[in-house]
């Protein structure tokens, strides 16, 4: 397991960006993909766009493509989500993910931050 500490959500306004990042701690030279999810009020958790932590490949939700970039910063253990033209169906808390060599999926997660766009 790796311990995941999300952190840059807040309050915005429609059109506007955010910036999350996740900084993984613990058994991450056992990390092969990071992944970003999200879960809106009354409903089930999605997935929002992940990364391969060795080579940087990355995949997407159709519907964030072109609005969101996921990127990663090997030396400091931490996976960012930059968000442009945020729409309020963007609000959600959204959550970090690390997927170990181990794990058949994503196994560790993080707390959670909150994401608020207003329209």
């Known amino acids: 397991q790796v311990q995941l500490v999300e952190s840059g959500g807040g309050l915005v306004q429609a059109g506007n960006s955010l910036r999350l990042s996740c900084v993984a701690s613990g058994r991450t030279w056992n990390m092969i993909r990071m992944g970003w999810f999200r879960q809106a009020p009354g409903k089930e958790r999605e997935f929002v766009s992940a990364?391969?932590?060795?080579?940087?490949?990355?995949t997407y939700a159709d519907s964030m493509k072109g609005r969101f970039a996921i990127s990663r910063d090997k030396a400091k253990n931490t996976v960012y989500l930059q968000m442009n033209s945020l729409k309020p169906e963007d609000t959600a808390v959204y959550y970090c993910a690390a997927r170990l060599g181990v794990d058949r999926d994503f196994g560790s997660w993080g707390q959670g931050t909150q994401v608020t766009v207003s329209s």
């Open positions: 990364i391969n932590w060795s080579d940087g490949r990355t």
